[in-house]
């Protein structure tokens, strides 16, 4: 073991993932307000005894002090500031789209150690939101895939067209154009959603909740569909929970 | 890197769940080093296994024959059923000597995010066992973490609708943990002092 003095840092975040490491150990990704996203190493959190409890799983909102580390950092202190897992594993629907939000923001995240407040923001609210369990966790969780996606630079077009610009509504919608395409742009197998639909998304995007609460099956099951796949479509590899997401 | 068959072992052995590189080279030349009489055990236990256990097609814990030996058990009451996630919480659970009814494996958790759904586990097979109209009562003993609660939690959601007494181990078991590290005692109390889900 090195006994070079390793730099000590502090900050708070969202537990997105935590993966086994040998026989008791764990690495947890978390989300950070100031540092981003950090990977480290919490030793002997899989034993009944361990220091950390069950403050290191998916959810949590902790306060950590971290020693940098040659590939992985070290988790040297946990406080609990929210475990909103409390809440949100209680009510499968809000867990399996609780879960769709933790790996968005783990594979929308690619660097680690690049600061991205917004996104932080935007997952402590979507986390929020499905422990209350006021809201459907469906339209949360669309609602967070769509911002999540701005914040990641493909905030998709709702309106407008995707390729020129051209105001709309406009009646095309091209995942590969990212979002509604006007008559001159659009590129052969466009979809033709519900405008209504599109009324939806662009409700969720902006955030208001009235007009998206007081949408129907119909629209929210399209909207999800077409959220679904413009996000596939930046990702290189489909997101694993998003096809188990609860949507009854 | 070593010749052929050192390698192979080491890469073999490092597959295995908790083996880091360092532990696989270790415990190879542990091997290398040993009584070929004690390898040789240890190459038998393995082919025995291979050849001769199974999964239980009642409950799904490891079996030599057809049922396991508590299904085949005739002084295991019928009404209640346990719902474990592996194989191993069944003898942690076993230790206790407080639990005189049957159990379910379910071979895991409800995990989204490792694409692990409810399609993946024997739930189905639990609901069969359920409707069977002797069961009055279901211990839901799912490790106390995140996926384990959320696994119960939809198991819950699932069997309300049959009317059984449905019930959780209590808590006083260590929260983030693995339910195979409890000991005894915790886990015999949990049980005692299990409580009510009302779905
Ligand atoms: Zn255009
Ligand atoms: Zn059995």
């Given at each position: 073991m090195s006994t070079t003095p390793q730099a000590l840092y502090r900050d708070e975040g969202i537990v997105l993932r935590t993966q086994k490491l040998g026989e008791a150990d764990r690495i947890v990704t978390v989300l950070t307000r100031r540092t981003g996203k950090v990977r480290a190493v919490a030793k002997g959190v899989r034993r009944t005894k361990s220091k950390f409890g069950a403050r290191l799983e998916p959810f949590s909102h902790v306060d950590l002090q971290l020693y940098t580390g040659r590939n992985l950092d070290i988790v040297s202190q946990a406080e609990s500031i929210r475990s909103y897992g409390t809440e949100i594993v209680g009510d499968y629907r809000a867990y399996t789209a609780g879960t769709a939000v933790l790996e968005t923001a783990d594979r929308l995240?690619?660097?680690?150690?690049?600061?991205?407040l917004r996104m932080f923001l935007l997952v402590v609210g979507a986390l929020r939101t499905l422990a209350e369990g006021v809201k459907p966790a469906p339209l949360v969780l669309d609602a967070f895939l769509l911002r999540a996606m701005s914040v990641a630079g493909?905030?998709?077009?709702?309106?407008?067209?995707?390729?020129?610009?051209?105001a709309g509504p406009h009646r095309h919608f091209s995942v590969p154009a990212g979002g509604t395409v006007c008559p001159s742009c659009r590129p052969t197998g466009s979809a033709m959603p519900s405008p209504v639909t599109i009324e939806l998304l662009e409700a969720l995007l902006s955030g208001d909740w009235g007009r998206a609460e007081a949408s129907l099956g119909t629209n929210r099951r399209e909207g999800s569909g077409l959220v679904a796949a413009l996000l596939q479509w930046h990702l290189e590899r489909g997101l694993r929970s998003l096809p188990l997401v609860d949507r009854t | 890197m070593y010749e052929g068959a050192v390698q192979d072992l080491i890469d073999e052995l490092g597959r295995?769940?908790?083996?880091g590189p360092k532990s696989a080279q270790r415990i190879a030349f542990h091997l290398l080093a040993a009584e070929s009489t004690d390898v040789g055990r240890l190459v038998a236990a393995l082919q025995r296994v291979q050849a001769e256990v199974r999964f239980c097609v009642t409950c799904h814990n490891v079996a030599e024959t057809e049922q396991c030996r508590i299904c085949r058990d005739p002084r295991r009451t019928l009404d209640v059923i346990c719902v474990v996630e592996e194989p191993k919480d069944v003898v942690a659970i076993e230790r206790t000597r407080e639990f005189k009814g049957r159990y379910h494996v379910l071979g895991g958790a409800i995990s989204p995010i490792e694409g692990i759904g409810p399609d993946d586990l024997k739930v189905k097979e639990l609901m069969t066992r359920l409707m069977d109209g002797q069961v009055t009562e279901l211990i839901i003993a799912t490790d106390p973490n995140l996926e384990g609660e959320a696994t119960a939690a939809y198991l819950a959601r699932l069997v309300g609708p049959l009317g059984l007494a449905v019930s959780r181990?209590?808590?006083?078991?260590?929260?983030?943990?693995?339910?195979?590290?409890?000991d005894e005692v915790t886990l015999g109390r949990a049980f005692e002092g299990r409580r009510r889900i009302d779905a």
């Open positions: 995240t690619v660097e680690e150690k690049e600061p991205s493909w905030e998709p077009a709702l309106g407008d067209c995707a390729r020129c610009g051209e | 295995l769940p908790g083996v181990l209590a808590s006083g078991l260590p929260v983030g943990g693995d339910l195979e590290y409890a």
